[in-house]
């Protein structure tokens, strides 16, 4: 490895896992107190077969609810190079897949997983990045393809839907109970009832967690497959600028209270940043190289290349 990151690696892996145990836990309470052991083993069970399910549904249908076109190789020759070395890099066999969102927003997602899956970038994007700064954007999401994030953050929100569903069916079983805890036949389960009351929006707070674990880590893999993290910290910059701008439309004041990134599906954008400026100060020189740019050489790109107006982008692509 150019440069040493195993330990957030690992520090990453063990949030991963206990967030994870957290969840487990969470729903485990409102099942077991819904139908003992049985309730846990169906609500697992049933979280098993929706993700089992949900590796089953093509990519094309997500892309295809986001007005998705597929981006051929001839139409985008300079992204599919760049992309071609991260899936080599990544040990990714599939076939290299690019789709294009007609949609001003600065975006881009995964869909499916390493065996069959695709990156999804909008026209936004394209107009406001330089190749170097989409190779970063790429890598990232190279890494939740090969990692099957899309996968697990399924799980997670199966999870959370049946945590509430279950402390839902609790609840209302506690209100059937109500008259016989006026009568004194019965004592009123408060315990219970405070586990099933917060189990919900912790869940839901875990989940959110998770995904911000998930993207800490693909920031991370991305470096290491670009072996250029300020090109990554460098396009968060620009997809900063224009979450300020819209924030400073949506918000008073055109910033957020200090508690919101408890809600946010990503990590602050600041803190991201910061961590990638610590990787390339760790990063050692790289010798200097009179060489042409070649896709085998060590950089994916290695000096910033404005895409500008390319006559890709003006056509968007047929389906």
């Known amino acids: 490895m150019p440069y040493p990151f195993a330990a957030q690696r ?22 077991y107190l819904l139908a003992g052991t049985f309730g846990v083993l169906w609500a697992f069970g049933l979280v098993a077969l929706t993700v089992y ?14 007005s998705a076109g597929r ?32 949609a001003t927003e600065l975006n881009a997602f995964a869909v499916g997983d390493a065996r069959e899956g695709g990156i999804a970038v909008t026209h936004g994007l394209l107009r406001a990045l330089t190749l170097r700064q989409l190779a970063g954007v790429l890598a990232h999401e190279v890494s939740h393809l090969r990692h099957g994030d899309t996968r697990v ?11 509430i569903w279950c ?42 967690a998770l995904s911000r674990n998930r993207e800490f880590t693909a920031d991370l893999e991305a470096a290491a497959l670009t072996r ?20 400073s439309a949506l918000l008073p004041g055109g910033s957020p209270p200090g508690w919101f990134w408890l809600l946010q599906t990503h990590p602050p954008t600041a803190e991201r940043i910061r961590r990638l400026h610590d990787l ?36 968007w692509p047929r389906r």
Request: no cysteine.
């Open 10 to 31: 690992l520090r990453n892996a063990l949030q991963h896992l206990l967030i994870l145990a957290g969840l487990a836990l969470l729903l485990a309470v409102p099942g």
């Open 53 to 66: 399910l949900g590796g089953r549904i093509p990519p094309r249908m997500a892309l295809a609810r986001a």
């Open 71 to 102: 981006l051929h190789r001839h139409q985008a020759p300079e992204l599919y190079r760049v992309l071609d070395i991260l899936y080599r890099r990544a040990k990714l066999s599939s076939d290299t897949q690019l789709f294009f969102v007609p």
């Open 153 to 163: 953050m399924s799980m997670a929100a199966t999870m959370t839907r049946l945590t």
């Open 167 to 208: 402390a839902v069916l609790v609840q209302l079983g506690l209100l059937l109970m109500l008259p016989m805890v006026v009568a004194g036949e019965l004592r009123m389960p408060w315990l219970e009832l405070l586990a099933v009351a917060l189990a919900p929006s912790a869940s839901t707070l875990l989940q959110l």
């Open 228 to 247: 250029d993290p300020q090109g990554l910290a460098e396009a968060l910059k620009v997809l900063e600028r224009y979450q300020g701008l819209w924030l």
């Open 280 to 315: 390339a100060e760790r990063q050692p020189p790289r010798p200097p190289s009179h060489r042409p740019y070649r896709p085998q050489d060590e950089s994916v790109v290695e000096e910033p290349a404005p895409l500008g107006h390319r006559h890709w982008l003006r056509r």
